[in-house]
């Protein structure tokens, strides 16, 4: 499986921004995408995340802000980010994970920064 990630970018505070997620390979092998990030001097958080039958799994500090969808057809995930904070900021990370052996994968990250 190979992910790649694109939509980052800078925004003012309050502001929205979209990443995607594109998965190319083995896609049926797919059970879940999701984005992770990670912030200067921090650990990697599960930002959010969406099972292939829609369920999805959000970080407690973006609930209400932040959605995410999939575009099976395109083997695409989007992540809306709106009514972002400075604390946002971050280096995304899109992931996969297969259902079969439970091995992620990673695609590159893309920088979201939130400042004015």
């Known amino acids: 499986v190979q992910l790649q990630a694109s939509g980052g970018g800078l925004v003012q505070p309050g502001g929205s921004l979209r990443v995607s997620c594109a998965a190319s390979g083995s896609v049926s092998s797919i059970s879940a995408m999701g984005w992770y990030r990670q912030a200067p001097g921090k650990q990697r958080e599960l930002v959010a995340s969406i099972t292939i039958g829609g369920t999805t799994v959000f970080a407690d500090s973006v609930k209400g802000r932040f959605t995410i969808s999939r575009d099976n057809g395109k083997n695409t995930v989007y992540l809306q980010m709106n009514s972002l904070k400075a604390e946002d900021t971050a280096v995304y990370y899109c992931?996969?994970?297969?259902?079969?052996?439970?091995?992620?994968?990673w695609g590159q990250g893309t920088q979201v920064t939130v400042s004015s």
């Open positions: 992931n996969a994970l297969t259902a079969l052996t439970g091995t992620r994968y």
